[in-house]
């Protein structure tokens, strides 16, 4: 049974378990409000808006949601964040009464009855956490709790979330397994990245790694090396690993130039015979226009480049004759 209530916020404790801030936590002792801002940060730009909202409405719109143990105690199941901007707000002496939160007070929850909570909230809720912290707590209940996965995935959403909630506690075990000791430090690793380890779980992207002798390890490599512009061209490499010139160029810079390989290599004869030639020789034109003073001193330069710049010399002569068979004079 719940109740709204307003609490005072001295008598509710912050949840240092949420597994959200748990990996922090255990680097801390004590835990002080101080440590509990750093952890969720509460003070941070990235809580700028909150804090100004929370601010500017002298409180919180939604209550925050709270246990109240069998010996009486408060603690926070839903809603770290904004009590610990109260607790900076007083601390700091910001102007307004910040000793009492609004609350949805919950009797001596069960654990299942709090995860249920905080799942509803965070992951199908209006108040999501960002995508490796929900694999993060999902993870938490599969393999810390030992949460039946068919109960975790009702909690969810039901069957028709089955293969996200697996495929996103797989890639969050990829993360920590290949990724993070790639890393140099915790700076380095990198949660914005975890979407390119959820397309990793499509068995053709890992059949194409295994085919061409590569495995995850490689993969989180490319990922610490930025090889991917884009996460959504995780789901292209099957295409780059086909190429070998694809491939060489992608192992080179990123997939950005690959995917120009993979572009190149579709044209067909057969595709380009049919566009009129006025068009062949705008795009040309506008090529030409587009390219970049590194690669034109390579043109100059490096033999590598020798095919390269015999082919606009052919393409050059060609163009001459013709202009020149219709009395227009390109001297």
Known sequence: ????????????????????????????????SETMALLLKSTSEECASLRESIRENKGIIHPIVVNKRADGTYVVIEGN????????????????????????????????????????????????????????????????????????????????????????????????????????????????KFHGFVELQNRNITDALIAKGYDKTDFSQWMVDDRFSTLQDVRRLPDILKSKKATEVFLKTNTRDAKKILAVEEITVDKLRDVPYELLAKELSNRMLDMKIREISHLRDDSEYDAKRNSLVQVYEDIKFILEEIGVNVE
Not at 6 to 30: C, T
Request: with cysteine; charged share 25%.
């Open 1 to 32: 049974m719940s109740n709204y209530v307003e609490l005072p916020v001295e008598k509710i404790e912050l949840d240092i378990s949420n597994p959200r801030i748990a990996r922090g936590v255990a680097y801390y002792s004590p835990i002080t």
């Open 81 to 192: 964040t904004r009590l610990q901007i109260y607790k900076d707000f007083i601390a700091s002496g910001e102007p307004g009464n910040w000793t009492k939160i609004r609350a949805i007070v919950y009797d001596d929850l069960s654990d299942d009855e709090m995860h249920s909570i905080r799942l509803q909230a965070h992951l199908i809720g209006p108040r999501e956490w960002d995508p490796y912290s929900k694999a993060m707590y999902l993870n938490h209940l599969a393999t810390v709790e030992h949460m039946p996965m068919n109960t975790l995935i009702s909690f969810c959403g039901g069957a028709s979330k089955a293969s996200e909630i697996r495929n996103m506690i797989a890639a969050y075990n990829d993360m920590e397994k290949y990724y993070r000791p790639l890393c140099d430090d915790d700076s380095q690793f990198d949660i914005r």
